[in-house]
């Protein structure tokens, strides 16, 4: 990771237990104590001593920690990226007071990472559409609240303002946000299904999820077959948690990945990206029941209608 800044955000604690064995090397422990980060982001804060075992900083990334062993993390601040206003298409679906409804087309990102730091992202589009979005503290993610990969198109919450943020954020964590899917997966799954593996990072390729990881957090999605094709199915999801990659890799680990996914399900001729749209969303907010639906984007119609009947 380039440019850390040496300000210190915050400082964790981590005592190693017996089942931390596993891991070996330092480095691999804490990334999966921390899969939303990588392996090289800790190896930069172990070279500058940002990271200590047992308050000795003079260690390495594949130092091999032992049972006991207590890990101090001193998470620095990161500088914020310079995110200007850009005019980005995507469909408001709805404005109110304190928050915006948008529908994200497949391909956009949601906000800039350090994955895709130089890319315009909603955020640019949001910047440009409404001024508020200039008054938040962070301008890296002002107003986001939740987030649908690249490749998913759909409904996103947008807040306006720094108190619905942390409302709308809070929402999310008690799970209070309702969130349907439509997809098209390989395959003829069950007509109904309830999937509950746990999600993290992929044990050997950090930029992938897997219900078979060393760390992972609990999982829970329903789903519902709408409609059976010669050899696919077109689905409707709900997702109870929101973990990385969620839909795909539940999907893909019952034996129906989604088509259009070159990483977890089958690429297809007939569209580019994975065929999950965000269709649906229903909440509860200031006494007030929300509900929004979007309708199925040309690319996904398009491959709908070139699949085999049954």
Do not use: W
């Not at 190693?16 to 899969?35: A, I, V």
């Not at 709805?94 to 529908?103: E, H, Q, T, W």
């Not at 969620?246 to 680990?253: C, D, E, F, Y």
């Amino acid at each position: 990771m380039k440019n850390i800044n040496i300000n210190i955000e915050k400082t964790e604690l981590i005592t190693c237990t017996q089942e931390d064995l596993q891991h070996k090397r330092l480095d691999k422990l804490l990334f999966s104590k921390y899969p939303d980060l990588s392996r090289s982001y800790f190896q930069e804060l172990i070279n500058k001593n940002l990271i200590t075992v047992n308050s000795n900083s003079k260690i390495k990334p594949s130092y091999k920690f032992k049972k006991n062993d207590l890990i101090t993390i001193n998470f620095p601040k990161i500088t914020q990226y310079n995110v200007k206003a850009q005019d980005i298409n995507f469909d408001i679906i709805d404005i109110k007071p304190d928050f915006i409804i948008v529908n994200k087309p497949a391909g956009l990102v949601v906000h800039p990472s350090d994955n895709n730091k130089d890319e315009v992202s909603l955020v640019h589009g949001l910047l440009y559409k409404f001024k508020e979005f200039n008054d938040f503290d962070d301008n890296q993610r002002p107003g986001i609240v939740h987030r649908i990969d690249r490749g998913t198109s759909g409904l996103l919450i947008v807040a306006r303002n720094m108190k619905s943020q942390i409302k709308f954020s809070k929402m999310f964590k008690d799970r209070h946000i309702k969130k349907t899917y439509i997809a098209v997966v390989s395959g003829h799954p069950p007509k109904e299904g309830k999937i509950d593996y746990p999600i993290g990072r992929h044990p050997s390729k950090s930029h992938l999820m897997s219900h078979k990881s060393y760390n992972s957090k609990p999982a829970l999605t329903y789903y519902k077959v709408l409609e059976y094709f010669k050899n696919e199915s077109l689905v409707e999801i709900k997702i109870v948690t929101g973990r990385t990659h969620q839909i795909r890799v539940h999907m893909a680990a019952i034996g129906h990945g989604l088509l259009g996914d070159g990483y977890y399900g089958y690429l297809s001729k007939f569209i580019s990206h994975p065929a999950l749209h965000a269709f649906k969303l229903s909440f509860d907010y200031k006494c007030e029941t929300f509900e929004y639906e979007c309708k199925i984007p040309e690319d996904i119609n398009f491959l709908i209608n070139n699949l085999e009947k049954r």
